[in-house]
């Protein structure tokens, strides 16, 4: 089977814009979950999609947003980006509930 | 607020020496615990689990150990190889929605 794949992998932006990340889940994976990683933080849990509806939710602020399509396709958004969202985006991919989850290689979003 | 704590950001080892990881947490709820590793330009793999039922999972060089009452996990790898060079990562969740916590990580070094 195919990994989780996310697109872009890279992506530099200036502050104010927008960005939107997409990530394709191992085929017969629902659920689909995102992470920020920031040097010294560590994974910092987004949200989680499951069958299109969002099941889980982390402390971020509203500007962070997210979908899940009915193919399990899931993007993020990031409105009205501040330097501090300089970071690499995870997207993690399970079939059910409780079950390992499978990471993509992320994207190295950078705030100018 | 940090749920999950890796206090030793990184960790040099000899080839074919024990490496030790440390973990902590403090959310009594939490009763599952997972080890990811991390390559650079890469996600994190699943590297071994425990629940909290247990207090000792073993897989091949790897052995994960759980104290509960120290809410102190630990990673032992045993013998270290130049290939366990990488992040690892500790995480854990509550059964009731599986959100993962991770710490911010240990960078393993082995020498040759």
């Known amino acids: ?112 | 607020d940090q749920q999950v704590k890796q206090n030793s950001p990184s960790l040099s080892v000899q080839e074919g020496r024990i490496s030790i990881l440390n973990c902590d947490y403090t959310n009594s709820m939490f009763d599952y615990f997972l080890w990811y590793k991390k390559y650079p330009a890469e996600g994190p793999t699943f590297l071994i689990s425990i629940s909290s039922i247990k207090d000792k999972n073993e897989d091949g060089r790897f052995t994960v150990f759980l104290n509960k009452s120290a809410k102190h996990l630990s990673l032992h790898i045993v013998p270290s190889q130049p290939g366990d060079s990488a992040v690892y990562f500790c995480a854990a969740s509550d059964s009731n929605d599986y959100k993962l916590s991770f710490g911010a990580g240990t960078t393993v070094t082995v020498r040759a």
């Open chain 1, 1 to 112: 089977k195919a990994g989780v794949t996310q697109t872009p992998r890279y992506l530099i932006k200036t502050r104010g814009q927008q960005v939107t990340l997409s990530c394709s889940p191992i085929s017969g994976h629902r659920s689909v979950s995102w992470y920020q990683q920031t040097p010294g933080q560590g994974l910092q849990f987004l949200f989680e999609y499951f069958s299109e509806t969002q099941r889980n939710k982390g402390n971020f602020p509203g500007r962070f947003s997210g979908r899940q399509f009915s193919n399990s396709r899931s993007e993020m958004n990031v409105s009205t980006l501040e330097l501090g969202d300089s970071a690499l985006y995870l997207c993690a991919s399970r079939n059910g509930w409780g079950d390992e989850q499978y990471f993509g290689p992320g994207t190295r979003l950078t705030v100018t």
